[in-house]
C-alpha cells in the first residue's frame, strides 16, 4: 500500500492550488479517504474527509467553502482544491485512507501561503 502525495507550494494569499494523492495497493471507492494537515508548532488537523460507507463529506469549519475533496476511481486519486487561501493555512497536507481497521498516510506536501 502506498499514498503518493503531490501538489504543494508556495502561493500568495487568495491564490488556489489542488493536491493530488496517487494510491496504489487497494481501490479508492474500498476506504475512507482524506486530508489533515499540520502547521508549524502545532498537531496535526483533520481537514475533510470523505466517508466509504455512505459517501458523505465533510469540512473543519475552518476550510468549509474554500475547499472540495474530490477522487477519480479510474485514475484511483484523491484531490483537495484549495481556494481563496490564507496565510493560517500553511501547513504540511497529508492524504489518508482508513480501510479495515487500518490507516494509511501519505508522505505530506507543503503548502506556504505567503505574499
Known amino acids: 500500500v502506498q499514498l503518493q502525495a503531490s501538489g504543494g507550494g508556495l502561493v500568495q494569499p487568495g491564490g488556489s492550488l489542488r493536491l493530488s494523492c496517487v494510491v496504489s495497493g487497494f481501490t479508492l471507492d474500498s476506504a475512507t479517504i482524506g486530508w489533515f494537515r499540520q502547521a508549524p508548532g502545532k498537531e496535526r488537523e483533520g481537514v475533510s474527509c470523505?466517508?466509504?460507507?455512505?459517501?458523505?463529506?465533510r469540512y473543519a469549519d475552518s476550510v468549509r467553502g474554500r475547499f472540495t475533496i474530490a477522487r477519480d476511481i479510474v485514475k484511483n486519486t484523491m484531490y483537495l482544491r484549495m481556494n481563496s487561501l490564507k496565510s493560517e493555512d500553511t501547513a504540511v497536507y497529508y492524504c489518508?485512507?482508513?480501510?479495515?481497521?487500518?490507516?494509511?498516510w501519505g508522505q505530506g506536501t507543503l503548502v506556504t501561503v505567503s505574499s
Open positions: 470523505r466517508r466509504q460507507n455512505n459517501g458523505s463529506i
Open positions: 489518508n485512507a482508513y480501510r479495515s481497521g487500518e490507516d494509511y
